[in-house]
């Protein structure tokens, strides 16, 4: 089969830029894609972190320290950029100028400012697809409820709860890091860290809430800095914010949780939807189950857990039998990425990664949560704007 290859600059060349890098070098574990993502260039302000990829990535043709040396590159078509949220704007600005496509790490601007400057630049330039990484929803699981919600199955929706949760900041050991100060990761804290994987579906569901109360917590106030002092951690480590859905004659309470400090789970992320017709849930602590409820009035009320086989939204040479795991979710997002490139709106399933719009739809939902945790209130959030 005849591919078409799409040639990549990575601008930040830390874990998830690895990440990136290491499903591209696993394409050939997908099946009957006509397209191959192949990076030529990258680049991190610290010379020493695209060794890895110079070392280890036989396709990179060109490593720079300075990101627009990288976009005045005629080889490179699109971008992946995982750099800290504080440079967000300005990089994925200058990307967007540069007419280069982008897959932008959430959450697309370190306050709701910087993501309208963001999105004033994607109105400037329609020809450039943009879109924010969020991999857990290409689960098989995740997958089988937005296909039940897209069927109408629940009936009337009672509650939803979705939520992404670490454990790996319990250590007050641990070494603070870019993400604890609001110079670099923003006033969210783990909100704009770890909510648009949160937020993904239920935006895609237009589940929009007309308020919010958020409860945040700083558990941990103070961390190591490496060189014998403790310094103070300045953002919310979590979160949980109580919204309020109403839309198509529905009104329904959804919660919305995002910790880095969840004792006992390293990397989970889950969404639970109960309805009068039809419940369902899926978490990544089980990534081969998922559960469901279905009801008629009168009839027995009973959870029913089964397998979730190997289906994934593009094709793999792996067995059914298998368990789908993160990097190939990962591997799944970048397929949705590089279809959306390379054939436009006829992609060879429906599912895309989450959009600038959705992006977007979280800063609206963070920003109340703010200042509902500063006044203790109920904020009403406006989508009309």
Not at 265 to 278: L, V
Not at 299 to 309: E, F, L, R, S
Not at 329 to 336: E, F, R, T
Not at 344 to 370: M, N, V, W
Request: proline fraction near 6%; include cysteine.
């Amino acid at each position: 089969m005849s591919k078409k290859i799409i040639r990549f600059g990575v601008i930040g060349c830390g874990l998830m830029g690895k990440e990136f890098a290491s499903a591209a070098a696993r394409w050939c574990h997908l099946t009957n894609v006509d397209f191959e993502p192949k990076i030529v260039a990258v680049c991190d302000a610290n010379s020493a972190a695209t060794q890895w990829f110079q070392d280890n990535i036989p396709s990179v043709e060109a490593a720079y320290t300075d990101y627009k040396e990288l976009l005045a590159n005629p080889s490179v078509d699109a971008v992946y950029c995982a750099v800290p949220h504080h440079l967000h704007a300005q990089i994925y600005i200058d990307i967007i100028e540069s007419g280069k496509h982008l897959l932008g790490e959430k959450p697309f601007g370190i306050d709701q400012e910087a993501n309208r400057l963001i999105s004033e630049a994607i109105i400037k330039y329609p020809n450039v697809i943009v879109r924010c990484s969020s991999e857990f929803p290409f689960y098989p699981g995740a997958l089988q409820i937005f296909q039940w919600v897209h069927e109408n199955k629940f009936g009337k929706i009672i509650e939803v709860e979705a939520g992404f949760w670490h454990s790996s900041d319990l250590d007050p050991t641990k070494v603070i890091n870019w993400k604890r100060r609001i110079a670099t990761n923003g006033e969210y804290g783990c909100m704009g860290d770890l909510g648009m994987h949160v937020l993904h579906l239920p935006m895609r569901y237009g589940w929009k809430p007309k308020s919010v109360r958020a409860l945040l917590s700083k558990i941990v106030p103070e961390r190591p800095d490496g060189k014998g002092n403790m310094v103070p951690c300045e953002t919310w480590d979590n979160a949980i914010l109580a919204c309020d859905v109403e839309m198509e004659g529905q009104q329904f309470p959804m919660i919305l949780s995002t910790k880095r400090i969840a004792p006992g789970n390293a990397n989970t992320w889950f969404i639970r939807i109960t309805g009068t017709d039809f419940s369902a849930e899926f978490t990544t602590k089980n990534p081969k189950q998922v559960a469901s409820l279905p009801y008629k009035p009168g009839g027995n009320q009973a959870w029913h857990v089964v397998d979730a086989p190997y289906k994934s939204a593009y094709g793999t040479i792996t067995g059914g039998i298998f368990e789908f795991g993160f990097s190939d979710s990962i591997l799944q997002m970048w397929a949705a990425f590089c279809d959306e490139l390379a054939h436009g709106k006829d992609t060879q399933q429906p599912f895309y990664c989450a959009t600038p719009e959705e992006a977007a739809g979280s800063h609206r939902i963070f920003t109340a949560a703010l200042e509902s945790n500063r006044t203790g209130q109920t904020i009403p959030i406006n989508w009309r704007d």
